[in-house]
């Protein structure tokens, strides 16, 4: 069964790096995401990218974020100066079609984030 | 802002028994999804079953059923015969029928299976 992956499972930084978090969504997907969870909270949306571009993102999203889909295959997350506070689990999602009734999200694995 | 709440951080269940896992959410919305999620460890989010707000009928898939109680805003999922690969964490998420295509997830129930 397809599925979404992340790279890497795990990445340690120091504060202030930047940090790219790397997804492969599903490959007819069309539509894709970035959720956090910081540990013992809740899992909470970033960012949904269609067309090469945004389509929604959250208060969390700030200039420090960036989303690009580089390559045609590839979906990645930039934290440009990373901060202490982003330590978290980081999922990317992807899904097939907009239509609400239809949008079924598949989830990455996710990428621990370390900021020390 | 849409919430959900997942009351119990950590359950366990003995293997081949029945377990349900609570959610409740709050949104001023009357059309929206609902989901439950499970993720091994170290594994990807799995959608483990769906419930449209609008069906009064209960969500199955197999050994995995919902009691979604609209009013009261309660999305629980029973796992009956539990076997040891439904260990794993469990989300409850909800999403709008209207509004974007975000998802609001609750924290998440640990289930631990007993042999």
């Known amino acids: 069964e397809p599925e979404v992956t992340q790279t890497p499972s795990h990445q340690v930084t120091q504060m202030g790096q930047e940090v790219i978090l790397r997804c492969v969504p599903i490959?007819?997907?069309?539509?894709f995401y970035w959720y956090r969870q910081i540990l013992g909270q809740k899992v909470e949306f970033l960012v949904s990218f269609y067309n090469n571009e945004i389509s929604e993102k959250s208060e969390i999203f700030d200039d420090q974020f960036s989303v690009e889909r580089p390559d045609g295959s590839n979906f990645t997350l930039k934290i440009r100066s990373t901060k202490l506070e982003d330590s978290a689990m980081y999922f990317c999602?992807?899904?097939?079609?907009?239509?609400?009734?239809?949008?079924?999200?598949?989830f990455g694995a996710g990428t621990r984030l370390s900021v020390l | 802002a849409q919430t959900v709440t997942q009351s119990q951080p950590e359950m366990s269940v003995q293997e081949a028994e029945t377990v349900t896992l609570s959610c409740t959410y709050d949104?001023?919305?009357?059309?929206?999804?609902l989901f439950w999620y499970k993720q091994p460890p170290s594994r990807q989010m799995i959608l483990v079953i769906r419930?449209?707000?609008?069906?009064?009928q209960n969500a199955t898939e197999n050994r995995f059923s919902v009691n979604f109680q609209k009013a009261a805003k309660s999305f629980s999922l029973k796992i009956s015969d539990s076997q040891l690969g439904d260990a794993a964490m469990y989300f409850c998420a909800y999403r709008s029928a209207n509004t974007g295509n975000q998802f609001y997830f609750g924290t998440g129930t640990s289930l631990t299976v007993i042999p």
């Open positions: 490959s007819n997907h069309l539509y």
């Open positions: 419930q449209e707000a609008y069906k009064q």
């Open positions: 999602a992807s899904s097939e079609v907009k239509v609400l009734a239809k949008n079924i999200q598949y």
């Open positions: 949104t001023s919305e009357s059309d929206y999804y």
